[in-house]
């Protein structure tokens, strides 16, 4: 029998997927690459913009013509394209044979049951131990009880639930054991992890006990609240030997009528004197962040404030979208999007323009330093592999660096990676 997990969107459904894929290889079913070919198909959805919607429908589409002259395939569907009401999505889709929201693996598990798919043993859960990488993403709270008004996730995932920090170790534990280097905590809001456990368990807390594994070399984790930046996270961050001195903190916007209007509950000022401590903290960290352009109302004056934001801040990457309305949020109900799209296409540009700058500059004063990189692999004849603070390192070199970390000495950058050879050649 043969499967195929085709995804989208966040690394949440990146780490959902692989999680589903190797539960489905254990269970002795072959992987495919084409989708015509699996017995078993998954799709794992996202609807975050209209246009990742649209993708989803095209697919959904394009597989009623397959399942017709394939009938015996099974589809199944997950990710935030599942809303509650699955009887209406059944009636929508009568081809698709199981709907399941994500994260809720006993759901397909037991669809495989009564599906009688392979030789069922173990679950999903366990389904880590088969997959061997060198960096392994591991979900460790799923949900956001945050309501920005723009954003349709806790309405699909609902509110944020976390796992124990005993799961996670083992699970941590295991992939080391299976030739992790690397592992990156995921969640919609991690810096919120452990608050509904109620036994104080919190992200500073997980992260101490992570630290202490052998075999890991670097810790990451994605995505922050600026408002759950906690200076004890932060001192944590410093002091964790294998935590990397790099994350995201979403502005979403630098004007304070459109930060009250996305219901993001911090001030500009708020968000600068975050990032200010932060860099006096942690003087070599490198920061992202989100940025929407194009919110309901947003005028020029105030895009000239997300824009003097980007400006004054200088991030190390900026993730740029263009306002897109999803049904069910409070924006969509009460805020008529009324910037043309050409205009949010312009801001859009703007910024990528200006960050493209901001990057060039930023890059280029790490030439002629040495950097410590962790190789992922090869591309053509070029080693590539990511800094402590994640910029993209690419280098020539005649052994076989894979899975090793190299100092490497930078001798060119572009806005986009840094070139550079062994430090020790
Ligand atoms: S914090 Fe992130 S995931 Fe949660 S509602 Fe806001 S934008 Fe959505």
Known sequence: MKYHVW?????????????????????????????????????????????????????????????????????????????????????????????FKPGESRSFEEWLLSESVGNLHGNIGMALQSVSSLSVYIPIIQGCNNFCSYCIVPYRRGREQSRTAEDVVTEAQKAAVAGAREIILLGQNVNSYGKDLGNGTDLSGLLALLNQLEGLLRIRFLTNHPRDMSPDLISSIASLDKVCHHFCVPLQAGDDLILKAMHRHYTYQDFRALIRQTRQMIPDIALSTDIIVGFPGESEDQFENTFKAIEELRFDAVHIAAYSTRTQTYASEHYPDDVPYEVKIQRLRRVENLQKGILTEINRQLIGKTLEILVEGKKGSKWYGRTYSDKVVFFTGSQDYSGKLVSILIESASPWSLQGIPATV
């Open 7 to 99: 995804t989208m969107g966040c690394q949440m459904n990146k780490a959902e997927s692989s999680r589903l894929a190797g539960y489905l290889a254990s269970l002795g079913l072959e992987n495919v690459k084409d989708i015509k070919d699996a017995d078993i198909l998954i799709l794992n959805t996202c609807v975050v913009r209209q246009n990742a919607e649209d993708k989803v429908n095209g697919m959904l589409g394009y597989l009623k013509g397959i399942k017709q002259a394939k009938p015996e395939m099974r589809i199944a569907v997950t990710g935030c394209f599942v809303t509650d009401d699955l009887s209406a999505l059944s009636k929508s889709f009568p081809y698709v044979n199981h709907f």
